[in-house]
């Protein structure tokens, strides 16, 4: 069945589809979540107390990967994981490794911040990563990078004076039915529970809760005049080593940070006042390592390409030094930390660029790899830190697609003796402007974020419902292109959201000057990319030789589904687990309930009740299990960004804006009637069955199982209502 263009609202195309799919939604009750819950905040303990955590935990260990696999990218190849069992076997016999695990569908610098603060995107302002535009009130764009540190304003790294956007790059907003807001209001940082609850936390490399860059992070941490400004003005090689990258923010009156910064958190709720930090290894080396340089994993000093002691750079954050850092703090007053670890499949010589799997490179390195955890856990057990007092968390923040030819020689192993080989290792760029100008005539301007989910910023920032807007998303998903590496055409564009999908998707945030006028889902290979308008046939889509073979950040499996592993006391589980659906935002309310503490705001997470002990949980989550572990399924499948609801409705926005002409747009315009429906609709249900999931975890308010039970039928109902509007 068509979708009926006479029809111009939503509502006439939803009575449509219900009475065909033989569905009614109830209507949701008020949602009653429209600010930070009136709870208390989190509670502030003694400050000469130790740290005081839930079931006997004394330690907390994150780490983090950068695109390490557990699922194989070539069928005959052992996978990251599997390659390194010192980890992989450490995770599945003292606990779980969750192999049905997603992230927030933006890559990396969204990923750990949705993992370490329990938010979607939406909500935190970093919508696109690791970089993206914004627009100045004039309507031009103009760069932003993800990466900077917590309390920073948007980060643009041409300076302008005034900044044209003075918002928070972390710009937080409570209710995510409100946005665009306008509201500047920093998130909540991620340590503090930690901190009030007398941990001291470190950070090592982990993003944005350490100084990512020697500009405007030096000025927000230490200020203008200060003497560490001056030495990344005189010297910035070595005020990246002593400053960049490490962190420790201490509990109130920790001797630990006796000399350092004033942890600023001017929007903390509750407030945050009589914390300090140490930013950088010239602030940090002297208290945990007084004796002299901090050491890697294998005895060597931990240093930049330039001789400079400290930090290394992010991309030299392999196991042994990012575990051996991690080690010298937790032996040294540190009781919790989270942990950058670089990828594995970039060639860490720096000659060659990403390898391919199997390639012999890429197995030397996965061999250090696995080593170094070896060693790392081996020094930890030395040290009484083990999985009897120690939660560990390690994931990756995405998963990758390997573009490149097919392995010589064919069933190639990995193994010595059959290593792999790859004529061709690289993504496949693709000129856009250049296709769009050459295949339909179309040169509209806008800003582009590289990506094999590229973001569009129309120069004027238009409507989305602007004549030369709706022009160009027609004109976008016509094109199509050869791709160089499988000979086969496709298209540019396999999925298409302007901001009411955006919104959906959980990219629309609370500043306005953020959000794309439209984003693209490519195929696997692509990397969707800007060039000359003057391009034709090949010269519009090509394979390079710049070292780039991983891509990550579309919509494809591959890409999307990813792993966590939990160990420690409160984890009853063990073994792989691919059965429970969870994604990146589910993390931080696990690890709060299993230690006892909570945010001072409502995560978008739910705790997995699946793999603990009841024992280790709050008594009002225990009660009525069976509903509470429907109504967190429920929850996902109609909130995560890789859930059913957001993947469905992806799929009707992408019709939508394809439709019409220029004399004709009603199926645009009803279709994102319908979508505005459809999202009110979620957002209201979700907001109630998160009250729910975090009362009974976080509150001391168990679920109450009849409204439950009603939040299930009308999330399934409303999950079967957009399939039919798909089929549309």
Same mark, same amino acid.
């Given at each position: ?569 409160? *984890? #009853?589980?063990? &073994? ?5 659906? %969870?994604?990146?935002?589910?993390? !931080?309310? $696990?690890?709060? =309930? /299993? ?56 799929? *009707? #926005?992408?019709? &939508? ?5 220029? %004399?004709?747009?009603?199926?645009? !315009?009803? $279709?994102?009637? =319908? /979508? ?53």
């Amino acid at each position: 069945m068509k979708l009926r263009t006479h029809r111009s609202t939503a509502l006439a195309v939803l009575a449509i589809a219900a009475t065909a799919a033989g569905v009614v939604i109830a209507a949701p009750a008020a949602d009653a979540r429209t600010t930070v819950p009136t709870t208390r905040p989190a509670a502030h303990t003694d400050s000469t107390a130790p740290c005081s955590l839930a079931n006997g935990v004394k330690h907390v260990v994150q780490i983090m990967f950068d695109n390490v696999h557990l699922t194989r990218d070539n069928p005959n190849v052992p996978s990251d994981l599997e390659q390194m069992p010192a980890l992989y076997d450490f995770l599945t016999h003292n606990g779980v490794m969750m192999a049905n695990d997603h992230n927030v569908l933006v890559h990396t610098a969204t990923n750990f911040i949705s993992n370490f603060t329990g938010l979607y995107p939406d909500r935190t302002a970093i919508t696109q990563s690791n970089s993206g535009s914004y627009y100045a009130p004039d309507g031009s764009t103009h760069p932003n990078v993800s990466f900077a540190y917590w309390t920073d304003p948007v980060y643009d790294y041409t300076n302008p004076q005034p900044p044209l956007d003075p918002n928070y790059n972390l710009q937080y907003t409570a209710n995510r039915r409100n946005v665009p807001n306008h509201t500047n209001v920093n998130v909540p940082a991620p340590w503090v529970p930690f901190t009030r609850a007398g941990c001291n936390v470190g950070e090592v490399g982990m993003a944005n809760t350490v100084l990512e860059n020697t500009g405007s992070d030096i000025t927000t941490v230490f200020g203008e005049n200060s003497p560490e400004a001056a030495e990344a003005t005189a010297n910035p090689h070595k005020a990246q080593a002593d400053f960049v990258g490490y962190a420790v923010h201490c509990a109130a009156r920790s001797s630990l940070c006796a000399t350092g910064q004033t942890d600023a958190l001017p929007d903390e709720p509750g407030g945050y006042h009589g914390f300090k930090g140490l930013f950088g290894n010239a602030q940090i080396q002297p208290v945990i390592s007084p004796s002299g340089s901090v050491k890697a994993l294998d005895g060597t000093t931990i240093q930049d390409q330039y001789g400079n002691v400290g930090f290394p750079g992010f991309d030299s954050l392999t196991p042994t030094n990012s575990l051996g850092y991690a080690a010298q703090m937790l032996e040294n007053g540190v009781q919790d930390v989270n942990v950058y670890v670089s990828d594995v499949h970039s060639d860490h010589t720096g000659s060659a660029g990403d390898l391919g799997p199997g390639s012999q490179l890429y197995e030397q390195q996965l061999a250090a790899y696995n080593a170094a955890f070896a060693q790392f856990f081996q020094r930890l057990a030395t040290d009484h830190i083990t999985p009897s007092n120690t939660l560990f968390v390690v994931t990756t923040d995405e998963g990758d697609h390997f573009s490149g030819s097919a392995p010589t020689p064919t069933g190639c192993t990995g193994a010595p003796g059959n290593y792999c080989s790859y004529a061709t290792s690289s993504e496949v760029n693709v000129n856009l402007p250049g296709l769009l100008a050459s295949a339909t005539g179309n040169t509209t301007p806008f800003a582009i974020h590289s990506d094999p989910a590229p973001a569009l910023w129309v120069k004027g920032q238009p409507a989305r419902t602007d004549p030369a807007v709706r022009q160009l998303a027609r004109d976008i998903a016509s094109l199509h292109f050869k791709n160089p590496l499988t000979g086969a055409t496709e298209p540019v564009a396999y999925y298409m959201a302007d901001p009411v999908e955006e919104k959906i998707l959980h990219f629309v945030s609370s500043d306005p000057a953020r959000t794309p006028t439209m984003t693209l889902f490519s195929g696997e290979d692509s990397y969707v990319t800007t060039g000359k308008t003057a391009c034709t046939g090949d010269a519009c889509a090509f394979t390079t030789s710049a070292g780039f073979a991983w891509n990550h950040g579309s919509s494809w499996p591959d890409m999307q589904d990813i792993w966590a592993g939990y160990v420690g006391p409160g *984890i #009853s589980a063990r &073994g792989t687990n691919r059965t429970v659906f %969870t994604d990146q935002v589910d993390m !931080r309310p $696990t690890v709060l =309930a /299993l230690t006892g503490l909570h945010d001072d705001y409502a995560v978008d997470g739910r705790v997995l009740t699946e793999i603990a002990a009841p024992g280790a949980l709050p008594k009002s989550l225990r009660a009525h299990a069976d509903i509470v572990r429907e109504l967190g399924e429920e929850y996902k499948q109609i909130l995560a960004t890789t859930g059913k609801f957001d993947m469905t409705t992806l799929k *009707i #926005s992408t019709k &939508g804006l394809a439709s019409g002409s220029t %004399t004709n747009d009603r199926r645009y !315009r009803a $279709t994102e009637a =319908a /979508l505005t429906w459809l999202d009110n609709q979620r957002d209201r249900l979700a907001a109630q069955m998160s009250d729910q999931l975090l009362g009974a975890a976080f509150h001391g308010t168990p679920v109450q199982p009849e409204k439950a039970q009603r939040l299930i039928a009308q999330a399934k109902a409303l999950l079967k209502l957009t399939d039919h509007l798909a089929a549309l």
